[in-house]
């Protein structure tokens, strides 16, 4: 189910104090695509892409919002030390 951003961290604390694993996707755009360009039927918008971002547990429940979808050294710093 989708969460909004302002609820997420709030969201994955319920679910993992009660002892549930979390997937987190994050919407992903692909490089230099325009939203203008995405088909779009019967008025909606189009699939959107979606990856694994993070599996959020009750030994790790933080969640580092848009890490895995940055490009740069801090982030990759981060994700492999």
């Known amino acids: 189910?989708?969460?909004?951003?302002?609820?997420?961290?709030?969201?994955?604390?319920?679910?993992?104090?009660?002892g549930f694993r979390v997937a987190v996707y994050e919407e992903a755009n692909d490089?230099?695509?325009?939203?203008?360009?995405s088909k779009r039927v019967r008025g909606r918008a189009g699939i959107k892409?979606?990856?694994?971002?993070?599996?959020?547990?009750?030994?790790e429940p933080t969640y580092l919002y848009?890490?895995?979808l940055s490009d740069t050294d801090a982030t990759r710093d981060a994700l492999f030390t």
């Open 1 to 18: 189910a989708g969460c909004p951003i302002k609820n997420v961290q709030a969201t994955l604390d319920g679910l993992t104090e009660t």
């Open 31 to 37: 490089i230099g695509a325009s939203n203008s360009n």
């Open 49 to 59: 892409n979606r990856m694994l971002a993070q599996i959020v547990s009750p030994a």
């Open 66 to 68: 848009n890490l895995v």
